[in-house]
């Protein structure tokens, strides 16, 4: 008997609970399969690759799969907090730095070091970790395993096993189900599958992930990229004009009518591998308000830089002379700053009113934005912007954003940020999305403040870092640019406080509506309502 003594004054039990037998068979099984890929690592030279990597794959994915069995399937289907908190890889403890760190490592490694992965150089054969990968890659494609097929392989097992857990979870929420299964079938037809049969079929076309959309694929509009699509004929052409078309029409319209969730909760691959792989992690969003306003500052600062990028992107191969084509230099940048103009002037004279004392910080993002590009024209040369050489800033945004923040930060710090530090601080698609969301979308989501019981399942469950509770005990609908639509603070609701609703526009901001008495005509607010 443990003399440990417990302070806890909770009548249920405070530890982390313990695992079954099952569960520990399961994680052996588990771990046998990153004790393969770790050997391969080490450049262990396997008889059998194909064997030994469906051994490691399949050995992970059954020990994620056991595991969750055990986890969720012996009880009621329900809310399953399960001591997040008194866990130490769920609570910043000594296994959740653990993980982190590997997480981190892992993700510099591949982005800066293939060759320490065996990524083969002037056309030598793969080695170690790459190499086992290489059979699927040639059933698939034909051709070798690279860093990033390794890594599609492992982010696509990741999103349908923990998918699977995800699905086990929160057995109980229809909705919860349903658009798991989205971004697990996004996530391998998609992101992973179709780019792999779209190389057997034309392997001069660019890489092309159909569900990502500029400025999350900021390669789109690059010139290798241009002249890729256009100089294979109606298919490549067509894949540009998609991915233009998605930019402007598609998303806006379903955003719309949804709210950012069609895309950051139910297509997004982002997204997909923080609510699985990441879904124990989501209580460890910041809800102070102080991490609210750097979200703001930080994620509008990514939009204007992936703005600025792009715009000197294209910039770089245009040219000057109007008789070789006509969109020059000169044409673009006044194109550019005529959208975003007419944009800005649309939005403050249609909905100044909603946007408040935060037309000012909108102002000072727009007229940075416009600085920025009158600069890059100004200063421009045929080989530098700003000052710098065309190819290295082109490069800038892939590094910076595209690889340092949304994998080493966004994944890596898991454990110690929470699932969505990258959607929530970094990303600039969600960005585009919120600001969409906020001030021309039908989604929001009700609340019945008269059933709230203060209990916090919905705040402490929040990925985004939203402070649900408060708005639940207002009565107060929810209509945050942060907010991913992913449902989970409504899963966890005991009392159905909570609801996803899209509904029309009139009356969905409703700050002030809380009854004070004599202060109140209640036939005038019935009238109203």
Known sequence: MSN??????SLAKPDALDISNKQKIALAIGVIGLFILALALLNTNFPNKALFLTLALGCISLGIIGYARGAYLNKLEGIKNDGVWFKSISSRGVWGWIVGVILTTFYIVLYFFPKYLGLATDGEANTGLISLFDPLSKLLSGRAASQW??????YTVAILAFGYKFILKYRHNRYQQVRTVSVMFFQLGFAFLIPEFMYVMNNDL???????MWPLNYYIFDEWSVNGFLSNGTIGLALLLFGIISIFVISPILTYKYGKRWYCSWVCGCGGLAETAGD????????????????????????????????????????????????????????VIGFLTLLFTAVLYFK????????KYGAIGFFATIALLLILHF?????NVFFIKAGTLRSTYGIYIGSIFSGVIGTGFYPILG??????FGCPMAAVLGFQQRLFSKFRITTNGGQCISCGNCSNSCEMGIDVRAYAQKGENIVRSSCVGCGICSAVCPRGVLKLENDSMQGRINPTEILLGNDVDLMDYVNKN
């Not at 100044?352 to 935060?358: A, H, P, T, Y």
């Not at 200063?379 to 080989?383: F, I, L, V, Y």
């Not at 699932?419 to 929530?424: E, G, Y």
């Open 4 to 9: 440990k003594l417990n302070h806890s004054m």
């Open 149 to 154: 097929f390794v890594y599609g392989t492992l």
């Open 206 to 212: 660019p890489y092309y992930d159909l569900k990502s």
């Open 280 to 335: 124990s992690f989501r209580q460890l969003s910041s809800k102070k308000m102080s991490a609210w306003k750097l979200e703001r500052w930080l994620i509008h600062t990514v939009l204007v830089f992936s703005v600025v990028m792009t715009t000197a992107m294209i910039y770089t191969y245009l040219g000057y002379d109007s008789n070789d084509f006509w969109l020059t230099r000169g044409v673009f940048i006044a194109l």
């Open 352 to 359: 100044g009113k909603e946007f408040g004392k935060d037309a």
């Open 379 to 383: 200063t421009g040369t045929t080989d």
């Open 419 to 424: 699932n969505r530090s990258w959607c929530r």
